[in-house]
């Protein structure tokens, strides 16, 4: 899950953008990059590592521009090398740099027919390269450069491309372009600021980033529509597709997105709030007579669920769990040795609250069960008398296809288990996840503000519909051995 963030301003944008991108850092360690449009040039400056690693004094110096676009990424296409880092550019037409976040299933096709119709080049194995090709061919076929060009060239983009994706693009000569897939998969929102000189806009993947910018959240952008932001300061919507299903990404509202963030008119906050009542509900309903001592959160993305579950349980929540604030989010990590050692560096128990008690650790998902496996057995070494793991999330079964990298099934814990499989697994005295019905709905929330769901991972059903050999494919490209191997492991 990538971060994107594109800001049109009447000063240079790229402190801004700069700033944008550590708030959206969570979804991406691996790579960030930076565009801007400073006259006839675009400026571009990119790399692997964390935010601040990539930029220093002198890099951001040459980022001028008023119009610029950033990018933070957690690799689910091609390959974790610099080349493959985001904004990428094409000179042509007019000058374009691209950021997406997602994930593109028909990724073989399009490079074909983007080399063998459209004869471009497309210089690396990402996706997100092939997306900005398709872009420029369209925008290159429309006769004029304007905002309804754009649109043009965005309606093709959603007839070509398939899966998720949420794009921010700088044009030359235009403005900024943002559009979303026609089914919401990812998200994007869009955010205004007045100042002395007169508006700017902002659009990008959470909300969190318009709170440190001082812009004001106006909108999310609606399944599948295009916006362009033109240099002077217009801002021009329309619908560019069909209106499909909107089936947002559920695992953002689970894990992926900052609890201050607002998705779909959704605070992630408040979903996770309730994800936790509806789960403590549940364990309620399995053991009324529960000897439930202390619910402890595993930090950070279940901290909001975890306080729910001791509220409806009635009783105790601690931080028995404290997390080393300079190690990131294991998840995202690209291979599961770094994953299952930084699970050790990251978080340490306290074991005054562990000794003689039994305790409920809430996670938000177990997905590969990196990070189950431990920590159920420092608790235990802790001192507990008997450990019972909680997840917010249902079983996860299936692979992402549309922006998160867990592509094959034979890595998922849960995959051809048994909940009493992965408990034994898990080594843990009882496991309960949460029901689908449940989080949808806990998601949704009382007023109901969403019917349907990116919900793959827990049922397996893709809303884009996937070719036959589609996973067998992606087991090759990216399995954990696939890419230990690509790296010369
Ligand atoms: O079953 P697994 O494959 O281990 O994946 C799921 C875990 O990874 C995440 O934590 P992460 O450290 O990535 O992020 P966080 O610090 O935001 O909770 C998530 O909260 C789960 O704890
Ligand atoms: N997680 C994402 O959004 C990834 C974007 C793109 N597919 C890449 O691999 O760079
Ligand atoms: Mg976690």
């Known amino acids: 899950m990538c971060g994107i963030i594109g800001i049109v301003g009447h000063n240079d944008v790229a402190a801004q953008l700069y700033d944008g991108l550590t708030v959206l850092q969570h979804r991406g360690q691996d790579a960030a990059g930076i565009a801007t449009a400073n006259g006839s040039r675009l400026l571009v400056h990119k790399g692997n590592g964390l935010v601040s690693d990539v930029f220093d004094e002198d890099s951001m110096r040459l980022l001028r521009g008023g119009i610029g676009i950033g990018h933070c990424r957690y690799p689910t296409a091609g390959s974790e090398g610099d080349d493959e880092a985001q904004p990428f550019y094409v000179n042509s037409p007019f000058g374009i740099a691209l950021a997406h976040n997602g ?3 028909n990724t073989d096709a399009l490079r074909r027919e983007v080399f063998e119709q459209d004869r471009r080049n497309v210089n690396t194995e990402s ?12 925008l290159d076929a429309q006769k004029a450069l304007t905002p309804e060009a754009a649109f043009k060239a965005v309606e093709r983009v959603h007839q070509r491309c398939v899966g998720g994706y949420a794009v921010v693009a700088t044009v030359l000569g235009l403005g900024l372009v943002a559009f979303r897939d026609p089914n919401g998969i990812r998200p994007l929102v869009l955010g205004k600021r007045s100042t002395a000189a007169g508006d700017e806009y902002a659009v990008a993947s959470e909300s969190v980033a318009f709170d440190l910018l001082g812009f004001e959240r106006v909108r999310d952008v609606a399944p599948g529509e295009g916006i362009v932001i033109t240099a002077n300061g217009e801002l021009h919507a329309r619908p560019c597709a069909q209106p499909g299903k909107h089936t947002p990404c559920m695992f953002e509202y ?15 906050h408040k979903a996770r709030m309730r994800m936790g009542q509806t789960l403590g509900e549940k364990i309620l309903r399995l053991r009324p007579d529960h000897d439930i001592d202390t619910v402890i959160p595993i930090p950070d993305s279940s901290r909001d669920a975890a306080l729910e579950v001791a509220n409806v349980l009635g009783v105790k929540y601690r931080e028995g769990f404290i997390k080393n604030r300079y190690v990131g989010r294991t998840f995202i990590m690209p291979g599961q040795g770094e994953r299952a050692k930084s699970v050790r560096r990251k978080l340490n128990p306290i074991p005054l609250e562990f000794r003689n008690r039994v305790v409920l650790l809430v996670d938000d998902s177990i997905v590969r069960g990196t990070t ?8 235990r070494d802790a001192g507990a008398r008997k450990v019972y793991l909680a997840s917010a999330a249902p079983p996860v079964r ?11 099934r034979e890595e998922l814990i849960a995959w051809n288990r048994t909940d009493e499989e992965v408990q034994a697994l898990l080594g843990c005295d009882w496991l309960v996840y949460q029901d689908l019905d449940a989080l949808e709905q806990a998601v949704s929330g009382p007023k109901h503000r969403l019917e349907h769901f990116d919900s793959s991972c827990f049922n397996g059903e893709y809303v884009t519909g996937t070719e036959a050999d589609y996973f067998e494919h992606l087991k090759r490209l990216r399995s954990d051995d696939a890419k230990t191997t690509r790296r010369g492991g």
């Open 103 to 105: 994930n593109l299933i």
């Open 127 to 138: 996706d997100s390269e092939v997306l900005l090709n398709v872009f420029a061919h369209e």
């Open 254 to 268: 689970v894990y992926f997105a900052r609890p201050d963030s607002m998705i779909d008119d959704i605070s992630v």
């Open 372 to 379: 189950s496996r431990q920590i159920v057995q420092m608790a």
């Open 398 to 408: 299936h692979p992402n296809i549309y922006g998160i990298d867990m592509p094959t």
